[in-house]
C-alpha cells in the first residue's frame, strides 16, 4: 500500500506492508521483530491466506483511519506488481488538479465479471455471500487507487455488508453501495489477462512502451531491480523513445 500527499509536504509518499499471521510462531515473531525496526509492517490479527484477502482489504481501510494518516490517496497493490511512481504522481497531480474535489476510485475496471461457483476454486462465492451471478464492475486487485476521504464510508458500510472471499469485487461492491464511480486507466495492469506473461516476455517488449505505465503485474525479484532503473532512464530522457512511435497504450498486447 502507497500513502500519497498530505497538507504539509505535497506529494510525499510512503510504502506500507500489510499483512496477516501466519500459522508458524517463529515466523511471525521475526516478522514482528522486522516490523519494529523500520515501521512499515502492519500486521492484521487474521491468518494470511488468499481466502482472507477480502479481510486484509477492509483491515487496509481501517488501518490509515486508526494512524490519523493525513493522506490524499492510497495505493493497493501486490507485490508481484511493479509500481511507476514516477508516472503514478504525475497521473495524480493531474487528476487533483482537474478533479481533486470529486473521490476518486481508479484502476483496471471489470464489468459483468461471473461470480464463480464451483466449490473447487479459490475464486469461489456461494449464494448465500453473493446471491448475484455478476458481479458489480471493480477495480482489478493487482493495483487501484482511491481517494482517502472514502475511508470512512468505506469502513462504516463494510461493517453492514456482505462480506465475501473476493477482495477486489468485494470492494467494488462496498464503492457501489456508497455510490462512488469507477474510473478505468488504461495503464494499471495493461497486460492482466496476457498468458505466459514472465520475466522473458517482459524483456522482449519495448521499454518505451513499459516505461508509459503505471503498474505492471506479474515483476517479481530481480526483475523489479530492472524495471526500475530502465523507467528512471527513460522517464529522465525521454528523447530515448522515437517521437513517431505510439507507446502509450498497451493493454492486453500479448504477442
Known amino acids: 500500500m502507497i500513502l500519497a500527499g498530505d497538507e504539509f509536504v505535497l506529494w510525499s509518499w510512503k510504502t506500507v506492508f500489510l499483512i496477516g499471521q501466519s500459522s508458524d510462531p517463529r515466523l511471525n515473531d521475526l516478522v514482528l521483530q522486522e516490523a519494529n525496526i523500520y515501521k512499515d509492517i502492519m500486521v492484521g490479527s487474521f491468518k494470511d491466506t488468499y481466502r482472507n484477502l477480502n479481510m486484509k482489504m477492509i483491515f487496509s481501510l481501517k488501518w490509515p483511519l486508526e494512524q490519523k494518516c493525513r493522506v490524499s490517496y492510497i495505493l493497493k497493490t501486490d507485490e508481484d506488481c511493479y509500481v511507476n511512481i514516477w508516472n503514478l ?47 458489480k464492475p471493480y477495480a482489478s486487485g493487482g493495483g ?54 514472465n520475466k522473458y516476455r517482459f524483456r522482449d517488449m519495448h521499454m518505451c512502451g513499459l516505461s508509459r505505465q503505471i503498474i505492471l503485474h506479474g515483476i517479481r525479484g530481480r526483475l523489479q531491480l530492472e524495471m526500475h532503473f530502465n523507467s528512471a532512464l527513460y522517464n529522465h530522457f525521454p528523447s530515448l523513445c522515437s517521437s513517431h512511435m505510439n507507446y502509450e497504450d498497451m493493454r492486453d498486447v500479448c504477442e
Open 89 to 135: 504522481l504525475h497521473w495524480l497531480r493531474s487528476y487533483h488538479e482537474a478533479k481533486g474535489s470529486r473521490p476518486l476510485y481508479a484502476g483496471r475496471v471489470q464489468t459483468e465479471m461471473p461470480v464463480v461457483r464451483d466449490t473447487k476454486s479459490r475464486y469461489y462465492v456461494s449464494e448465500e455471500d453473493h446471491p448475484a451471478d455478476i458481479y
Open 144 to 197: 487501484y487507487v482511491i481517494s482517502a476521504s472514502l475511508l470512512p464510508a468505506l469502513v462504516n458500510v463494510s461493517r453492514t455488508s456482505p462480506i465475501f472471499a473476493n477482495e477486489d469485487a468485494l470492494l467494488g461492491s462496498l464503492m457501489y453501495r456508497i455510490g462512488i464511480q469507477w474510473t478505468d486507466n488504461q495503464k494499471f495492469l495493461p497486460l492482466i489477462f496476457c498468458s505466459h506473461l
